[in-house]
């Protein structure tokens, strides 16, 4: 009996110090945040009123490959308007030199598409396990003091971390990826 209630003390305690390092992983995390997005509003002549961590989840492999096929398929449809664009563009072409400066923008789109084409399928042909990858994805709510508007503006801001409270874009988080689940 006395061991059990040992034990549970014990794991009580344990399960006690895990909260608070979450705790205050997450008010760093937010004070880090709060640093750099006030040094970024001073540029503009804007500060910052408030800053809220609205959400903050542990992605796991398969919801990073999931981020990674969405980014790329986005991208795909973007490009693939630049193409039909320039096809249509060619339908105008009065010069050699317009021709081969389409010619010129068509090739590099068009290696775009291969490029997005190939991290699609490294990603799509993969079996992702569902472990913690140690990323997390943030969300918070900023309100912002516009001076040059003079109003207070609401704004949500998402946000990629990892374990060693490194914040990340999410074009830089997606380039993460890239390199992560390349072949």
């Known amino acids: 009996m006395k061991a059990k209630i040992i034990c549970i003390v014990i794991l009580f305690i344990i399960f006690s110090c895990k909260k608070d390092e979450t705790k205050s992983f997450k008010e760093e995390l937010t004070q880090s945040l709060q ?100 990323n997390y994805q943030a969300i918070f709510l900023l309100k912002v003091h516009d001076k040059k508007l003079n109003a207070v503006k609401n704004d949500s801001l998402f946000m990629y971390v990892n374990d060693k409270k490194v914040i990340f874009t999410q074009p830089q988080f997606i380039e993460q990826c890239i390199k992560k689940f390349k072949k």
């Open 35 to 134: 640093k750099k997005i006030t040094q970024e509003l001073r540029q503009d002549g804007s500060s910052l009123e408030s800053i809220q961590l609205i959400k903050y989840d542990t992605l796991m492999e398969w919801q990073e490959a999931d981020l990674l096929l969405q980014y790329s398929n986005q991208k795909l449809i973007r490009l693939n308007k630049q193409q039909q664009q320039l096809t249509k563009e060619l339908e105008n072409v009065k010069t050699i030199k317009d021709f081969e400066s389409n010619e010129l923008k068509y090739k590099k789109v068009e290696d775009s598409i291969k490029h997005e084409i190939r991290i699609g399928e490294s990603v799509r042909y993969l079996e992702p396990k569902k472990d913690r990858t140690g």
